[in-house]
Antibody, heavy 118, light 113 residues
Framework: QIILKESGPTLVTPTQTLTLTCTVSGLSLSSSGMSVAWIRQPPGKALEWLALINGEGNTRYSPSLKSGLTITKDASKNQVVLTMTNMDPVDTATYYC??????????WGQGMLVTVSS | DIVLTQSPDSLAVSLGERATINCKSSQSILYSSNNNNYLAWYQQKPGQPPKLLIYWASTRESGVPDRFSGSGSGTDFTLTISTLQAEDVAVYYCQQYYNYPLTFGGGTKVEIK
């Protein structure tokens, strides 16, 4: 059974850097074909894909946010980390980590609400 | 970027009746070499993460009731709930994985009439 769990701060101040951790169980982050993505959802709004990393360590980013995003993995800890610089109130959202299977987001964490406010 | 436009934004359907949600892509998401449409549908209930329902436009995820079906090809796709149940109240999203950036539609809210 694949389980993903997000962790990190629930409140950040504007201009701060956000660091979110996704801890994965039931899946090796080194395995071929594995990929974990981050997706966010502002309150009452639609889903937005942010970034993705695969088993080989290759990464993909949303072009609209790319300059401020970094996704990395620590296979020994089975964790995927997302950092987002220069946070703004518009970045207030529920952040989800997901595992892709056959290119679709088949497994999701419960998500965590991150509020950006001074 | 591929833009997915869902319609309607919301719909209210009586229990046992059919619900139809449309998703239109700004470009074809049919990959000619394998004849697959790179489109998925997700269901999101309040306070929960999205749940995968359909992929490859028409393949139902394991465990998803057969009242959910997906159809369409190229740029026009449909999610149909054949007989709406109370537990189907949710927001439904389409998503393309044809190319990056991966994009979602704006969502369709399904309610009981």
């Amino acid at each position: 059974q694949i389980i993903l769990k997000e962790s990190g701060p629930t409140l950040v101040t504007p201009t701060q850097t956000l660091t979110l951790t996704c801890t994965v169980s039931g899946l090796s982050l080194s395995s071929s074909g594995m990929s974990v993505a981050w997706i966010r959802q502002p309150p009452g709004k639609a889903l937005e894909w942010l970034a993705l990393i695969n088993g080989e360590g290759n990464t993909r980013y949303s072009p609209s946010l790319k300059s401020g995003l970094t996704i990395t993995k620590d296979a020994s800890k089975n964790q995927v980390v997302l950092t987002m610089t220069n946070m703004d109130p518009v970045d207030t959202a529920t952040y989800y980590c997901t595992h892709r299977r056959q290119q679709v987001f088949a497994y999701w964490g419960q998500g965590m609400l991150v509020t950006v406010s001074s | 970027d591929i833009v997915l436009t869902q319609s309607p934004d919301s719909l209210a359907v009586s229990l046992g009746e059919r619900a139809t949600i449309n998703c239109k892509s700004s470009q074809s998401i049919l990959y000619s070499s394998n004849n697959n449409n790179y489109l998925a549908w997700y269901q999101q209930k309040p306070g929960q993460p999205p749940k995968l329902l359909i992929y490859w436009a028409s393949t139902r995820e394991s465990g998803v009731p057969d009242r959910f079906s997906g159809s369409g090809s190229g740029t026009d796709f449909t999610l149909t709930i054949s007989t709406l149940q109370a537990e189907d109240v949710a927001v439904y999203y389409c998503q393309q994985y044809y190319n990056y950036p991966l994009t979602f539609g704006g969502g369709t809210k399904v309610e009981i009439k």
